[in-house]
């Protein structure tokens, strides 16, 4: 089965700073990758998915993420993070023809300060 | 066109007592998930379907029943209530590959 982990639990920036949330997956064959955004009180949002082509894609809101196979990684990044990105930001991890499941990191907690 | 709608928004139960969360989308897709969501831990997948007529279990299977007589409803039943299952809960429905819609959630207490 798959796994999927999230290094950073909470993140505080202050707006116009860089983001960068770490994912890191383990499953030993081909995979889909998301990323989610939860803002307060509301529902999951797809920010970004990459299924296969060019590692580097590109989302809503200006996110983007490097799927990088060696390393079974798929980092989200923004250049320059706004007060209303604060959210949680969970990474996720689908298998090709396992029904779609998703298999959820705990999620990064993103505050942005003014 | 509503997307996936989840019934009810909040709900309180004492310990023993069942109830029935509602799910149901208008987009023809054929794949449905519970999920709940806890504080730390993510998102964990209680039961999915494939198509009408056709579950199976996730992750966090114990303590919940489900159904999928339609495409369009996917209802989530709880047999006997329990303070650990208390969380918020989410229904999403997709298309093949990917799931791209999440209702707006169901926060379950149980006391």
């Known amino acids: 089965a798959q796994s999927v982990s999230q290094h950073n639990h909470h993140v505080i920036l202050s707006e116009a700073a860089s983001l960068e949330l770490g994912c890191n997956y383990s499953y030993g064959g081909t995979v889909n990758l998301f990323w989610y955004v939860q803002y307060p009180g509301q529902h999951l949002q797809l920010l970004l998915k990459?299924?296969?082509?060019?590692?580097l894609v590109k989302g809503i809101k200006g996110f983007e993420a490097e799927f990088i196979k060696s390393k079974f990684s798929f980092n989200l990044r923004k250049p320059s993070v706004q007060w209303s990105d604060t959210a949680e930001y969970f990474c996720a991890v689908g298998v090709t023809g396992g029904g779609n499941k998703l298999t959820f990191g705990t999620g990064t907690q993103l505050k942005v300060e003014l | 066109n509503a997307g996936v709608t989840q019934t009810p928004k909040f709900q309180v139960l004492k310990t023993g007592q069942s109830m029935t969360l509602q799910c149901a989308q208008d987009?023809?897709?054929?794949?449905m998930s519970w999920y709940r969501q806890d504080p730390g831990m993510g998102l964990r997948l209680i039961h999915y379907s494939v198509g009408a007529g056709i579950t199976d279990q996730g992750e966090v299977p114990n303590g919940y029943n489900v159904s999928r007589s339609t495409t369009e409803d996917f209802p989530l039943r709880l047999l006997s209530a329990a303070p650990s299952q208390t969380s918020v809960y989410f229904c999403?429905?997709?298309?093949?590959?990917?799931?791209?819609?999440f209702g707006s959630g169901t926060r379950l207490t149980v006391v």
């Open positions: 999403a429905s997709s298309t093949r590959g990917v799931i791209y819609t």
């Open positions: 990459y299924f296969s082509g060019d590692p």
């Open positions: 987009m023809n897709h054929e794949y």
